[in-house]
């Protein structure tokens, strides 16, 4: 499975980020597919996912501030926040994961500020 980013760049306090990002290649009919943002000096974490059976999954730094969506037709996944503050300064990366699978995207970042 390949992931293509796009979305991100330069976003103010208290502004919008809407990320999307497509699957390619051959998948599985059972997936999580969905967001990890990784800081300066940070671990890897989990901002959101969601299966292939539209469930999903938030992580706790962005929850209440964040939504994940997909569509499924076009392989594509979608974050929207609208109240971005300047800790959430990241790279932001797509992953595919299916049991012991994983494929992750190139990543983009997003910088939050004035």
């Known amino acids: 499975v390949q992931l293509v980013e796009s979305g991100g760049g330069l976003v103010q306090p208290g502004g919008s980020l809407r990320l999307s990002c497509t699957a390619s290649?051959?998948?599985?009919?059972?997936?999580?597919m969905g967001w990890y943002r990784q800081a300066p000096g940070k671990l890897r974490e989990l901002v959101a996912r969601?299966?292939?059976?539209?469930?999903?999954e938030y992580g706790n730094s962005m929850k209440g501030r964040v939504i994940i969506s997909r569509d499924g037709a076009k392989k594509t996944v979608y974050l929207q926040s609208d109240s971005l503050k300047p800790e959430d300064t990241a790279v932001y990366y797509c992953?595919?994961?299916?049991?012991?699978?994983?494929?992750w995207g190139q990543g983009t970042p997003v910088t939050v500020s004035s």
């Open positions: 992953n595919y994961q299916s049991g012991d699978y994983s494929a």
């Open positions: 290649g051959r998948g599985f009919s059972i997936y999580h």
């Open positions: 969601i299966s292939s059976s539209c469930v999903p």
